[in-house]
């Protein structure tokens, strides 16, 4: 019987081996990459069934990695394992697509059963944020929308380079596009988001998980 196809998407080394370990016995690994762009080229290549993605990655984080493939193939099923508690992450998750949300310090087993959960088509959410999440999309009163959600796509992931340190010479050659194109970006994102300086834009992408520390 063929094995469902997984592929992994994490930037820590160690988690990834550990993954593996967990996952080899009874799913295919079909890759590992280690940023949200490698992400993006290696389901092109390998069509995994099912793909495990850290959140904060670098390059391209793996809420908008997940909204580039759910586009390209909306068939695509991702298993976010993060560190984030925060239902305002596993709200964008679901936003972007997820058909799982699992905490990187559940059970092993936890994470199987997304996996399973994602192939069988259905969507599985870690207990320990469950209720919050629930709580969360039923409370009409709550104001929709992130102040992340005015950025466009291409907005967002310059963001997030100029949050990583990158130049825009170096944004530029990444997002295959001119240096003054992305100053015209990062203009159009500071004057969106009222923001003045470069301390400002990294702050606000930290706080609203465009980038990680």
Known sequence: MKRPRVLLADD?????EGLRS???????????VEDGRALVAAAKEHYPDVIVADISMPLLNGIEAAEQLRKADPRV???FLTMHPDVMYATRAFEAGASGYVLKHSAPAELVTAIQEALNGRTYVTPMIAGDLMGSFMDRSRPRGEPSRKLTPRQREVLQLVAEGRTAKEIASILNISPRTV??????IMEDLGLHTNADLVQFAIKHGIASV
Request: proline share 4%; hydrophobic share 50%.
């Open 12 to 16: 820590h080394k160690m988690v990834v």
């Open 22 to 32: 967990l996952l080899e016995p009874e799913f295919d690994v079909v890759g590992v």
């Open 77 to 79: 099923k991702i298993v």
């Open 183 to 188: 100053e015209f970006h990062k203009y159009r």
